[in-house]
T-cell receptor, first 113, second 107 residues
Framework: NAGVTQTPKFRILKIGQSMTLQCTQDMNHNYMYWYRQDPGMGLKLIYYSVGAGITDKGEVPNGYNVSRSTTEDFPLRLELAAPSQTSVYFC????????????FGDGTRLSIL | AQRVTQPEKLLSVFKGAPVELKCNYSYSGSPELFWYVQYSRQRLQLLLRHISRESIKGFTADLNKGETSFHLKKPFAQEEDSAMYYCALNTGNQFYFGTGTSLTVIP
């Protein structure tokens, strides 16, 4: 049981390039989340999804897009990479009840130069 | 607005000493609160949640609605407790995380 899997683990982009961070989970969780973690800032929610076909903005959605075509996958897209998007990105999933915890992936360390 | 505050970025205690990591929240509804831990080179994982009223690895946390706090406590710290600790608030669909406290237990 792999849980939440994120790829790639590391990536360096040039300003203006685009890329997709992949996230997949095998726990049949409805809820999925994308966070960014900046030094000393904790985790900030970018986007989340409550089920296939449904996505919504979190605290810091600007510069990102998501899609949720299947229950398993929740990719995060950066269209025009900017230095401010240099961060560690975490994907998480959760079952249907609010008292259930999130399960996290290992994270993707992204640098924009 | 929903917010989580962890006032201590760094906390050092000696092995065997009591430890308390502070967490305060701001939320007008009924809160669902969690503590997550991230050990070196490992992914973020759940430590405990308030609804379970459980003790995990010797840690406990009590929800105090009057003080809007959910402090994490352990009576006798161990070296393996050294890690990053995050308090999190769930408001239904969204989670809000504190900025984290880095705990170092000195041998």
């Amino acid at each position: 049981n792999a849980g939440v899997t994120q790829t790639p683990k590391f990536r360096i982009l040039k300003i203006g390039q685009s890329m997709t961070l992949q996230c997949t989970q095998d726990m049949n969780h409805n809820y999925m989340y994308w966070y960014r973690q900046d030094p000393g800032m904790g985790l900030k929610l970018i986007y989340y999804s409550v089920g296939a076909g449904i996505t919504d903005k979190g605290e810091v959605p600007n510069g990102y897009n998501v899609s949720r075509s299947t229950t398993e996958d929740f990719p995060l897209r950066l269209e025009l990479a900017a230095p401010s998007q240099t961060s560690v990105y975490f994907c998480a999933s959760r079952g249907p009840y609010s008292n259930q915890p999130q399960h996290f992936g290992d994270g993707t360390r992204l640098s924009i130069l | 607005a929903q917010r989580v505050t962890q006032p201590e970025k760094l906390l050092s205690v000696f092995k065997g000493a009591p430890v308390e990591l502070k967490c305060n929240y701001s939320y007008s509804g009924s809160p669902e609160l969690f503590w997550y831990v991230q050990y070196s080179r490992q992914r973020l994982q759940l430590l405990l949640r308030h609804i379970s009223r459980e003790s995990i690895k010797g840690f406990t946390a009590d929800l105090n609605k009057g003080e809007t706090s959910f402090h994490l406590k352990k009576p006798f710290a161990q070296e393996e407790d050294s890690a990053m600790y995050y308090c999190a608030l769930n408001t239904g669909n969204q989670f809000y995380f504190g900025t984290g406290t880095s705990l170092t237990v000195i041998p």
